[in-house]
């Protein structure tokens, strides 16, 4: 699948920067909640209504819901969501495909003129947005993904990637078909290892200028909120939304099935480990991947971090409003930007 961007469009050259605001913050230290809280106290501040744009690397799939605590219907409806439910499990879907939509869609947030809100705990995706970290032209070829993606010996697979690209390699799970099929297409292509051509490569800038607001929490208080979700997760179906995706083919083979709770719960499926195990696994992979959100997230600048155990939620979400607003206004230009030629 190639590129979508207009690459002439990205001469950043006399033109303005697109100015946007992100909620950031590991997991479960309430960034949706803030959103919504948020988006509503900017529109009362300064009569611009506010959409959100999801940057959650698993709420982009449907029928993953209760794993991933996507927003009601309800709310979606009372303010815009982009980016939720737009591919299904078994799906390729690279940084670039959220990248393409992302860009796509705070174009349109500006042109209906509305304010963008990005918000999630993906880092790899903001990076990529608003750090230039895509590659502009590594190659693809469908014919040749599909070639290794239709494996059967995911091990073999894995094995013939070891061999051409350890680099690449040690940061896939053996059963990411997907990436390990593409790391194995770009080899291909090029006669050479994906991870050396990933640091030679030209990046994209794609013209924003953000400015993050930041939740944090103190940790053993983070760690409690954890395990507390994500018990009200297992009790509130997510044992049935698993064992659902696997018995309509959605299983381990894809990504998405490997996120936190789905990999665990899909073993639990298949009388591999208990419930309890499966919770224990869960939770312990949960708060080892909020420890790397922490020290991922601690680099992002502009942000303003608040701590959530030093605010009621009313006035946490007209602090960020406000903060978010002197971004907004920091051009005496109408917040709608200037995008075109």
Not at 193 to 204: M, R, T, V, W
Not at 214 to 230: N, Q
Request: net charge neutral; hydrophobic share 40%; with cysteine.
């Amino acid at each position: 699948m190639e590129l979508k961007f207009d690459l002439k469009a990205l001469n950043l050259k006399n033109k303005k920067r697109k100015l946007a605001a992100a909620i950031i913050g590991s997991t479960a230290t309430g960034k949706t909640a803030l959103s919504i809280n948020a988006a509503k106290k900017l529109f009362a501040l300064n009569n611009k209504r506010v959409e959100i744009i999801s940057v959650d690397s698993r709420q982009i799939y449907r029928y993953m819901d209760i794993g991933t605590e996507k927003v009601s219907a309800e709310i979606r409806r009372e303010i815009p969501h982009h980016l939720i439910d737009i591919a299904d499990p078994d799906e390729y879907f690279s940084v670039s495909d959220f990248v393409d939509r992302a860009v796509n869609a705070a174009e349109r947030i500006y042109k209906r003129g509305a304010l963008p809100l990005f918000v999630g705990g993906t880092p790899y995706y903001y990076n990529a947005l608003f750090n230039a970290a895509i590659n502009k032209s590594l190659p693809h070829d469908p014919e040749v993904r599909k070639k290794y993606e239709s494996y059967e010996n995911l091990n073999e697979l894995y094995d013939k990637l070891s061999e051409v690209d350890p680099v690449t390699a040690k940061r896939l799970h053996p059963n990411d078909v997907r990436r390990v099929s593409r790391a194995l297409e770009i080899y291909e292509l090029t006669g050479k290892a994906p991870s050396e051509l990933y640091k030679q490569d030209d990046k994209l800038d794609f013209g924003f200028d953000v400015f993050y607001i930041g939740l944090r929490c103190e940790r053993a208080e983070l760690f409690s909120r954890i395990e507390k979700r994500l018990r009200l997760e297992f009790e509130s179906g997510f044992i049935e939304e698993v064992a659902w995706l696997i018995e309509h083919g959605f299983d381990e083979r894809f990504t998405p099935m490997q996120g936190l709770g789905y990999k665990e719960l899909a073993r639990y499926y298949r009388g591999e480990i208990s419930l309890d195990e499966a919770f224990n696994e869960a939770l312990k992979r949960t708060k080892a991947f909020c420890r790397r959100q922490e020290t991922w997230f601690k680099n992002f600048t502009p942000a303003i971090w608040f701590d959530v155990d030093a605010y009621e939620p009313e006035v946490l979400a007209e602090n960020a409003a406000k903060s978010a607003l002197i971004h907004f206004e920091k051009s005496p230009e109408e917040l709608m930007i200037n995008v075109q030629g």
